[in-house]
């Protein structure tokens, strides 16, 4: 069965620095997420992604973070000058449609800020 | 703004016993409902959605859950435990007519007993 890969498995970086976490999503999907889980909290949404643009986006979501879809298969997730509270589990997910899909996730990227 | 509560961020049961996760929501139009399981290190897996038709689903791993518009409720439950179903469930909604952005609840760890 087709899965939503990420990468890296855990990054750590120090405070800010800028990281990029990558995700590949289904490949006949064509909306995309990421979300995040800070350790001991909820799965939080950061931003949907949607024919090359943004369709939504949370307030956690601000102009420290940025998504890119540079080519056919990558999406991307920046985060420029990093902050310790921006340590978390980084969930990538894609669904084929948008109205009710479900969404698939990836193992997530561990980030880790020092 | 939508909300979801689980109550009982820990559950415990005894292998062969009933599992039952609560599993409420708070909107004013019945929203696209889901749950996930999280194995430890891993990402979130689908186990069951409701959209639409008939309000008990089935999913995966033999749980079920069934939606109440009455209750605004969305619980999940599985016959007979087994010592592979330990993992932490997420009970989800994604609003009706809007994005596909997915609200999540607290998660619900399962712990299952010899």
């Known amino acids: 069965e087709p899965e939503v890969t990420q990468t890296p498995s855990h990054q750590v970086t120090q405070m800010g620095q800028e990281v990029i976490l990558r995700c590949v999503p289904i490949?006949?999907?064509?909306?995309f997420y990421w979300y995040r889980q800070i350790l001991g909290q909820k799965v939080e949404f950061l931003v949907s992604?949607?024919?090359?643009?943004?369709?939504?986006k949370s307030e956690i979501f601000d102009d420290q973070f940025s998504v890119e879809r540079p080519d056919g298969s990558n999406f991307t997730l920046k985060i420029r000058s990093t902050k310790l509270e921006d340590s978390a589990m980084y969930f990538c997910?894609?669904?084929?449609?948008?109205?009710?899909?479900?969404?698939?996730f990836g193992d997530g990227t561990r980030l880790s800020i020092l | 703004a939508q909300s979801v509560t689980q109550l009982g961020s820990h559950v415990s049961v005894s292998e062969g016993a009933l599992v039952l996760l609560r599993c409420n929501y708070s909107?004013?139009?019945?929203?696209?409902l889901f749950w996930y399981v999280q194995y430890p290190n891993q990402g979130l897996q689908l186990l069951l959605k409701y959209t639409t038709g008939a309000t008990l689903v089935k999913g995966i791993n033999g749980f079920e859950a069934e939606f109440k518009k009455s209750e605004t409720s969305f619980h999940l439950t599985k016959p007979s435990a087994h010592m592979s179903d330990a993992a932490e469930y997420f009970c989800?909604?994604?609003?009706?007519?809007?994005?596909?952005?997915?609200?999540f609840g607290t998660g619900t760890q399962l712990k299952v007993e010899l």
């Open positions: 992604f949607y024919n090359n643009e943004i369709s939504e």
């Open positions: 909107s004013s139009v019945p929203p696209y």
């Open positions: 989800a909604v994604s609003e009706r007519g809007g994005g596909n952005k997915l609200t």
């Open positions: 997910a894609s669904s084929r449609d948008r109205e009710g899909q479900p969404q698939h």
């Open positions: 490949s006949n999907h064509l909306y």
